[in-house]
């Protein structure tokens, strides 16, 4: 008499994909680099908010080109006084988020689903926390990169969850 478990499939699988193992490294290394850019942000605030300030009131901005004028405005100008407002919890917020995304995705490179919650959570809470602490402004013009990397990322993770277990 046999105990295996007629409904378990005999192909399980205990690596992760190339494309999994790729996403996941890529994650990794994101993760780090968005720590640091948690830290540099806090640190650099203040001196952001003065070149800003500086190159609206400059006149050889009022001359250049409509494309350049968008980065030195008053709508970029106040979304930078806002961080220098908040810049501690943006920063405290950024770090969790990205300690989030390196602890889910060290757990999806071990096949863990709640690595993906992990994962997804860290992602999405800085998009967040940009809405709450800077504003619909910080969701718009060529801000709107800082969501193409994570929209890709999720697609992928998404494609690659059947491989996660429990």
Known sequence: MSLENPFQENNIVTKPSSLLSTST???IIGSAI?????????VNAEANYEKIQKMVNDKD????????????????L????????????????????????????????KLKKD????????ELLPIASNLVFLGAASMS???????????VFIVIYMICRKELVN
Do not use: D, H
């Not at 009022?62 to 970029?76: I, L, Q, Y």
């Not at 690595?115 to 860290?122: A, D, E, H, S, Y």
């Not at 013009?141 to 929209?151: E, R, T, Y």
């Open 141 to 151: 013009g060529l801000a709107l990169i800082n969501l193409v990397f994570p929209a």
């Open 25 to 27: 490294i890529l994650s």
């Open 34 to 42: 968005a720590m640091i850019s948690a830290v540099t942000a806090f």
């Open 115 to 122: 690595g993906l919650k992990l994962w997804m959570t860290g």
């Open 78 to 109: 106040l979304m930078a006084q806002k961080a220098v407002e908040n810049k501690v919890p943006i920063m405290i917020i950024s770090l969790i988020a990205a300690a989030l995304c390196l602890f889910g995705a060290v757990m999806m490179r």
């Open 61 to 76: 901005v009022a001359k250049a080109p409509e494309f350049v004028k968008s980065f030195f405005n008053e709508n970029a």
